[in-house]
T-cell receptor, first 115, second 111 residues
Framework: DAGVTQSPTHLIKTRGQHVTLRCSPISGHKSVSWYQQVLGQGPQFIFQYYEKEERGRGNFPDRFSARQFPNYSSELNVNALLLGDSALYLC??????????????FGSGTRLTVV | TQLLEQSPQFLSIQEGENLTVYCNSSSVFSSLQWYRQEPGEGPVLLVTVVTGGEVKKLKRLTFQFGDARKDSSLHITAAQPGDTGLYLCAGGKGGSEKLVFGKGTKLTVNP
């Protein structure tokens, strides 16, 4: 079975541009979360979606937005990119919402570099 | 702010040695997860502990959740070069999908 797939794997953007990152969860998983991991730090929570509804939002500016589609795939959008947005963006899926005991399966991430 | 402090930040040992990594917080968590991450990859779940005082063993790895559910430890026996990686602890609270991660412990096991 395919794991969590993210695209693209690497991306270079210029300050002020917009970027869209994509994630396909494990088949049957309805919950998708997004995390930002800056070099040398642990992942930081951005968004969580379940059944196409936003269920949680981290401390990120409104330039960050996301959505989940009927097939449970998800997009993370970032507008007006800043140099500080350079990071590894991780997507995680889980079978259900509110069941942390299952743990999460992470994708390999999208490495975003803003120049 | 819920913070998870991991120690040590860096650890370099020889093959065959034992080691312990710590994860501490002033907050109570309903679950504590440990992940291992290799360069350029996403974190891979090793274990989830949910009960205070719980101990789980995964081959040479032993995980413990503190009685008060504020801290956890990961002990590796007879470390091998394949254990090299970034070990992350992450805490979760009931009713929320948000995980709070520590900064990680970067482990290097030299042959």
């Amino acid at each position: 079975d395919a794991g969590v797939t993210q695209s693209p794997t690497h991306l270079i953007k210029t300050r002020g541009q917009h970027v869209t990152l994509r994630c396909s969860p494990i088949s049957g998983h309805k919950s998708v979360s997004w995390y930002q991991q800056v070099l040398g730090q642990g992942p930081q929570f951005i968004f969580q979606y379940y059944e196409k509804e936003e269920r949680g939002r981290g401390n990120f500016p409104d330039r960050f937005s996301a959505r989940q589609f009927p097939n449970y795939s998800s997009e993370l959008n970032v507008n007006a990119l800043l140099l500080g947005d350079s990071a590894l963006y991780l997507c995680a899926s889980s079978p259900r919402w509110g069941r942390q005991g299952y743990g999460y399966t992470f994708g390999s991430g999208t490495r975003l570099t803003v120049v | 702010t819920q913070l998870l402090e991991q120690s040590p930040q860096f650890l370099s040992i020889q093959e065959g040695e034992n080691l312990t990594v710590y994860c501490n917080s002033s907050s109570v968590f309903s679950s504590l997860q440990w992940y291992r991450q290799e360069p350029g990859e996403g974190p891979v779940l090793l274990v989830t502990v949910v009960t205070g005082g719980e101990v789980k063993k995964l081959k040479r790895l032993t995980f413990q959740f503190g009685d008060a559910r504020k801290d956890s430890s990961l002990h590796i026996t007879a470390a091998q070069p394949g254990d090299t990686g970034l070990y992350l602890c992450a805490g979760g609270k009931g009713g929320s999908e948000k995980l709070v991660f520590g900064k990680g412990t970067k482990l290097t096991v030299n042959p």
